[in-house]
């Protein structure tokens, strides 16, 4: 089993429409989880970052991590044509040499 | 403030050619890495730096290699360039961990 496994995607919906992305991991010691999102052609740029269990809202985007289940989330509230993108997860542990462990990412296009 | 900066942009090598893909960074971070992004594989981890002097493999390093003389540069040099090594590379920065900002990639084709 893959470490972090992410929905290969990729996924359409209509403008206004909820987006939920998802990942599972297998690594009991993860504590840090973020979400990236990458444009076409662009580098990744950090959306969100959640330390241990719980929800974090910003804006239109809400981080969920459930780690009794092993399981993270971004939902997208009221998808706009400028959400599309490629979006990752990411994770790590709280070791001193602790790196990002990052899943496939998943391709989102919003359609107007 | 530009954050992180790589070049070049793209660059087409021949088999067996060399080349050094530029890093720098003006946010002071002491955390630096090296990814490479293959089509519908996520970023792999080449190389990674704690802090200036202080340099470690990550998880594909074969064909690569890096030095980190200050805190702003860290340089990744491809010897012998082969096909297998043609990707987009990131580069990338944090001042800890957990929270990594990267530059916008340079695209490398080896022919």
């Known amino acids: 089993q893959k470490e972090v496994e992410q929905d290969p995607g990729p996924l359409s919906v209509p403008e206004g429409a909820i987006v939920s992305l998802n990942c599972t991991y297998s690594?009991?010691?993860?504590?840090?989880f973020m979400w990236y999102r990458q444009y076409s052609r662009k580098g990744p740029e950090l959306l969100m970052y959640?330390?241990?269990?719980g929800n974090k809202e910003d804006g239109r985007f809400t981080a969920q991590v459930d780690k009794s289940s092993k399981y993270i989330s971004l939902f997208i509230r009221d998808s706009q044509p400028s959400d599309s993108a490629t979006y990752l997860c990411?994770?790590?542990?709280?070791?001193?040499?602790?790196?990002?462990?990052f899943g496939k990412g998943i391709t989102l296009s919003v359609r107007p | 403030n530009a954050g992180v900066t790589q070049t070049p942009k793209f660059r087409i090598l021949k088999i067996g050619q060399s080349m050094t893909l530029q890093c720098t960074q003006d946010?002071?971070?002491?955390?630096m890495y090296w990814y490479r992004q293959d089509p519908g594989m996520g970023l792999k981890l080449i190389y990674y730096?704690?802090?200036?002097?202080?340099?470690d493999k990550g998880e594909v390093p074969n064909g690569y290699n890096v030095s980190r003389s200050t805190t702003e540069d860290f340089p990744l040099r491809l010897e012998l360039a082969a096909p297998s090594q043609t990707s987009v590379y990131f580069c990338?920065?944090?001042?800890?961990?957990?929270?990594?900002?990267f530059g916008p990639g340079t695209r490398l084709l080896v022919l």
């Open positions: 690594n009991s010691a993860f504590q840090y």
């Open positions: 990411a994770m790590s542990d709280t070791g001193a040499n602790s790196k990002l462990t």
């Open positions: 990338a920065t944090g001042g800890d961990q957990e929270t990594q900002y």
């Open positions: 946010m002071n971070h002491n955390y």
């Open positions: 959640t330390y241990s269990s």
């Open positions: 730096s704690v802090g200036a002097g202080i340099t």
